[in-house]
């Protein structure tokens, strides 16, 4: 079954405790893309990556890190967490439009961070 | 630069009634469409979409949609909802034209009500 895998899905954490949020996708994609949503703010975009090795900020980069090691990975690291990251996280993956893709992304099914 | 405006945050309607979602977006450059649906504690998912062609796309669970280029809108309907329809319905952009970024509006939040 094509899928987005995030884990883990929920997660307490402290402030400061690094955590790395897990994300793979199996369709070959070679695009792959971290968002958080924040109610009244929808969706922003905190990295993406158009291909192995090949990563760029978004809107909201800030206190986040990514590597694109391998195609079907993309974890997003947040080395020193603070409350303001507290939000749900989604990974997507697509296609690139510059090979066969519509842009049409697939998503992940969340990951709900709380830091205290 | 694209930007995407959705005109309503939320939307309540009985069971059985229509509903529009309204989306207007805004771009110097040929777009293609999206409409996503997020049900209650669930990733995104694809509705619909307009590449090219036809004007008027059918989706998923009986939604379709009209692209207006004129207006440069693109309307979400569904002749009678259903429970199951509440969800967060997201209108998105992205460039035709080799362009990477998704461009999302904020959302409108789908109550039906029996």
């Known amino acids: 079954e094509a899928q987005v895998t995030q884990n883990p899905r929920y997660l307490i954490t402290v402030t400061g405790k690094k955590l790395t949020v897990t994300c793979s996708q199996n369709m070959n994609h070679e695009y792959m893309s971290w968002y958080r949503q924040d109610p009244g703010l929808g969706l922003r975009q905190i990295y993406y990556?158009?291909?192995?090795?090949?990563?760029d900020k978004g809107d909201v980069p800030e206190g986040y890190k990514v590597s694109r090691k391998e195609k079907r990975n993309f974890p997003l690291i947040l080395e020193s967490p603070s409350p303001n990251q507290t939000s749900l996280y989604f990974c997507?993956?697509?296609?690139?439009?510059?090979?066969?893709?519509?842009?049409?992304?697939?998503f992940g099914e969340g990951s709900r961070l709380t830091v205290l | 630069a694209q930007s995407v405006t959705q005109l309503d945050s939320q939307v309540p309607v009985f069971e059985e009634a229509p509903v529009e979602l309204r989306c207007n977006y805004s771009s110097s450059v040929s777009v293609y469409l999206f409409w996503y649906v997020q049900y209650p504690n669930q990733g995104l998912q694809l509705l619909l979409k307009y590449l090219s062609g036809s004007t008027l796309v059918k989706g998923i669970n009986g939604f379709e949609a009209e692209f207006n280029k004129s207006q440069t809108s693109f309307h979400l309907r569904k002749p009678s909802v259903h429970i199951s329809d509440t969800a967060e319905y997201f209108c998105?952009?992205?460039?035709?034209?080799?362009?990477?970024?998704?461009?999302f509006g904020a959302g409108t939040r789908l109550f039906v009500k029996a």
């Open positions: 990556s158009m291909n192995v090795e090949v990563t």
């Open positions: 997507a993956s697509s296609f690139s439009l510059a090979g066969s893709g519509t842009g049409e992304l697939f």
């Open positions: 998105a952009v992205i460039p035709n034209t080799g362009g990477f970024k998704t461009i």
